[in-house]
T-cell receptor, first 111, second 115 residues
Framework: GEKVEQHESTLSVREGDSAVINCTYT??????FPWYKQEAGKSLHFVID?????DRKQSQRLIVLLDKKAKRFSLHITATQPEDSAIYFC??????????FGLGTRVSVFP | GPKVLQIPSHQIIDMGQMVTLNCDPV?????FYWYKQILGQQMEFLVN????????KSKLFKDQFSVERPDGSYFTLKIQPTALEDSAVYFC?????????????FGAGTRLSVL
């Protein structure tokens, strides 16, 4: 089955800088890659996704990149703000199968 | 935004007993999911459910596990009997459409401790 590795377990960034979280996957059949955010004491909250028919997607300050050859995808949080502090999870899924999640990256934005 | 509620937030139970975890999904959603996360490990897919039936399940979904949503009420995960290795946080999720290429809305999880 699919395996997802999330390379950074923690990330500290200065407010205003960019944070980058990298994930790799193993199953070439995976075609859907969502990202979720979990703030302290709250549930996972969908933030952005990318499908395999594109290699870049942007939503406001979030950019996701997908490199299918390398089986790698990444989340870029630009112009970070304190409210970006949270745990971020990447996930991958072949069509019509359950999502496989990474272990999560704890992002801390400091002033 | 849409909310998925999970009740209770923490459940402590003796090994061998039965436990039911309850999930109140987003009101117009049709697809329901359970995920399991053991402390320090990845969140893993257990099962998804649509139109009264299990659509797919992983190898983690043991014979002791069952899911149902009687009459549009709570979507439940029942474990009978429980084992020590069932201790984990169980996350419920729901989505409007099926296939895993759709946005899932998650609950905050139920922490199950089997003693």
């Amino acid at each position: 089955g699919e395996k997802v590795e999330q390379h950074e377990s923690t990330l500290s960034v200065r407010e205003g800088d960019s944070a980058v979280i990298n994930c790799t996957y193993t199953d070439t059949a995976s075609s859907y890659f969502p990202w979720y955010k979990q703030e302290a004491g709250k549930s996972l909250h969908f933030v952005i996704d990318i499908r395999s028919n594109v290699d870049r997607k942007q939503s406001q300050r979030l950019i996701v990149l997908l490199d299918k050859k390398a089986k790698r995808f990444s989340l870029h949080i630009t112009a970070t703000q304190p409210e970006d502090s949270a745990i971020y999870f990447c996930a991958a899924s072949p069509y019509a199968q359950g999502l496989t999640f990474g272990l999560g990256t704890r992002v801390s934005v400091f002033p | 935004g849409p909310k998925v509620l999970q009740i209770p937030s923490h459940q402590i139970i003796d090994m061998g007993q039965m436990v039911t975890l309850n999930c109140d999904p987003v009101s117009n959603h049709l697809y329901f999911y359970w995920y399991k996360q053991i402390l320090g490990q990845q969140m893993e897919f257990l099962v998804n459910f649509y139109n009264g039936k299990v659509m797919e399940k992983s190898k983690l979904f043991k014979d002791q596990f069952s899911v149902e949503r009687p009459d549009g009420s709570y979507f439940t995960l029942k474990i009978q009997p429980t084992a020590l290795e069932d201790s984990a946080v169980y996350f419920c999720a729901s989505s409007w459409t099926g296939g895993s290429q759709n946005t899932l809305y998650f609950g905050a999880g139920t922490r199950l401790s089997v003693l």
